[in-house]
Every structure is written in structure tokens, then in C-alpha cells.
């Protein structure tokens, strides 16, 4: 299976700050990558798919990069909203998945 | 509106099974695949398989085989994932997400929080 790694675990970072989370595949996934994001207590919710695709009603300060094995997710202008885990996962070997372990963006 | 819904919390003793609803409404349920991932306390998401409602085929996470069945009823159009032999670390919170070919998990049931303990 392909394997995908986050970096890092966790972030620390304020109102305003422009953040940024890296994500690698274990062989090329061209670009069928997905980014989540998780809230406590809920389900994860589908930021950006094919890499750099904003899904419906996601704010513009998140953007997606990257093809083959490294990709990355951007927040140009944290929100309040924004603290939580974010996670990639790769869908190019349908129909079996793998997430990364998840990065926790947490308020310094 | 497009949504799963998923049965309520479960208490299972280790050696046990459980099966898990989640039930599609909003789209035409064949149409999609469903796919079943875990979350145990504190940890990230895990993959445990796949289903297609249109012909029933399935693909499952290698460490669950035995152990995991998917089903699913056009008729009601509900999913169902069964885990048998549980132990303590199944406990974890199950989702079903709606799948397609070239897209990823785009909706999601609210989840279901299972517990393994004496």
C-alpha cells in the first residue's frame, strides 16, 4: 500500500500567520490527494481534492500544490476557525486508501 | 439534502461483533461507492474497506480480513459494517464516507463511537 506522511505533527501559530503542511507520498500518486480537516469531536470535512481543487463553499485561504509524492497545503491568513488537524490522503490507488497521521494546527 | 446517517454508540464485550448503519439519502445510492474508516481515541484515520452498492464488490483493509464484512441494502439504501472478535483496541469512533472513482471521501456520516471493554 502507499504510504503518506505529514510533516509536521504539530504547528504552532497565530491569528493572521500564513502556514504551511507538507505531505509525501511512498510512490507517485500523480496528483490524487485530498486534505481534510478535523474538528473534535466531528468528522473530518473535504478541504481540496486532485491536489489543488478548493472544494465548494471552502474559503480561498486555503490552497493545495504538488504532484507525483510531495505535496502541500497552504492557509494564507490563519483564522480563529482554522485551529485543527488537517490531514492528506491519497486516492490514486482506488479503491484503497491511506491518510497521513494527521497535523494538529494549534494556536501559539 | 446529500447525507449519511449512522447508527448510535455501542458497548461490546472483547470477543463480540457489532454492525454499524449508515444510511444514504440525497443521491442516487449506486451510483457511489461507501467506504468505512476509524479513529481511535487521540489517533489519526484509518481505512478499513470499501463497497459498491451497484454490484456489491468489496476491498478490505489486509489487517481486517476475517474479521470485517460490508454489506449493503439498495432497498433501504443503508451500509453496514460488521467486525467480529473485537478486542480493546477496535474501540475507536467508525464513519462511512460516500466515494466515487475520481473523487474522495465527500460526505460523511456523523459517526459511530464502538467500545470494547470487560
Known amino acids: 500500500d502507499i504510504q503518506m506522511t505529514q510533516s509536521p505533527s504539530t504547528l504552532s501559530a497565530s491569528v493572521g500567520d500564513r502556514v504551511t503542511i507538507t505531505c509525501r507520498a511512498s510512490?507517485?500518486?500523480?496528483?490524487?490527494l485530498a486534505w481534510y480537516q478535523q474538528k473534535p469531536g466531528k468528522a473530518p470535512k473535504l478541504l481540496i481534492y486532485?491536489?489543488?481543487n478548493l472544494e465548494s463553499g471552502v474559503p480561498s485561504r486555503f490552497s493545495g500544490s504538488g504532484s507525483g509524492t510531495e505535496f502541500t497545503l497552504t492557509i494564507s491568513s490563519l483564522q480563529p476557525d482554522d485551529f485543527a488537524t488537517y490531514y492528506c490522503q491519497q486516492y490514486s490507488n482506488y479503491p484503497r486508501y491511506t491518510f497521513g497521521q494527521g497535523t494538529k494546527l494549534e494556536i501559539e | 439534502q446529500v447525507q449519511l446517517v449512522q447508527s448510535g454508540p455501542e458497548l461490546k464485550k472483547p470477543g463480540a461483533s457489532v454492525k454499524v448503519s449508515c444510511e444514504a439519502s440525497?443521491?442516487?445510492?449506486?451510483?457511489?461507492?461507501i467506504v468505512w474508516v476509524r479513529q481511535a481515541p487521540g489517533q489519526g484515520l484509518e481505512w478499513l474497506g470499501w463497497i459498491s452498492p451497484f454490484n456489491g464488490n468489496t476491498n478490505y483493509a489486509q489487517y481486517l480480513r476475517g474479521r470485517v464484512t460490508m454489506t449493503t441494502d439498495t432497498s433501504t439504501t443503508t451500509a453496514y459494517m460488521e467486525l467480529r472478535r473485537l478486542r480493546s483496541d477496535d474501540t475507536a469512533v467508525y464513519y462511512c464516507?460516500?466515494?466515487?472513482?475520481?473523487?474522495?471521501?465527500?460526505?460523511w456520516g456523523q459517526g459511530t463511537l464502538v467500545t470494547v471493554s470487560s
Open positions: 464516507a460516500r466515494v466515487a472513482l475520481t473523487t474522495p471521501f465527500d460526505i
Open positions: 486532485k491536489a489543488s
Open positions: 440525497g443521491f442516487p445510492f449506486t451510483e457511489f461507492a
Open positions: 510512490q507517485s500518486i500523480d496528483n490524487w
